[in-house]
């Protein structure tokens, strides 16, 4: 069973920058993408960054483009989220969850079969 652990979180000033970890306990060669989700007081859990890891190509919602930037480190099996000039908006509970069968569209919470247990994001005003 793969487990993912996420840290990084924390409480950030607005306009500071944060970076979260995504740390697996196995990846297979056969691991399609990595996503960042987060999921705020009452809201439901929506989609933030998602990278393929065959090829490297990253994927933003657009209330983080040019902000966020995912990362990933194949030789430590990690997955970075570098938050920039982060927003009040930006307080979430923040999940990464990998996808391994190809399904086509990262965007969709559904499509990933690993959920790590998030981290609290919290930025001030």
């Known amino acids: 069973q793969v487990q993912l652990v996420e840290s990084g979180g924390g409480l950030v000033q607005a306009g500071g920058s944060l970076r979260l970890s995504c740390v697996a306990s196995?990846?297979?060669?056969?691991?399609?993408?990595t996503g960042w989700f987060r999921q705020a007081p009452g809201k439901e859990r929506e989609f933030v960054a998602g990278?393929?890891?065959?090829?490297?190509?990253?994927y933003y919602a657009d209330s983080v483009k040019g902000r966020f930037t995912i990362s990933r480190d194949t030789f430590n099996n990690t997955v970075y989220l570098q938050m920039n000039r982060v927003k009040p908006e930006d307080t979430a509970v923040y999940f990464c969850?990998?996808?391994?069968?190809?399904?086509?569209?990262?965007?969709?919470?559904?499509?990933?079969?690993?959920w790590g247990q998030g981290t609290q994001v919290t930025v001030s005003s």
């Open positions: 969850a990998d996808a391994v069968p190809y399904r086509g569209n990262i965007f969709v919470q559904d499509n990933y079969d690993y």
């Open positions: 196995e990846r297979t060669r056969s691991i399609w993408a």
């Open positions: 990278i393929a890891w065959t090829g490297g190509r990253t």
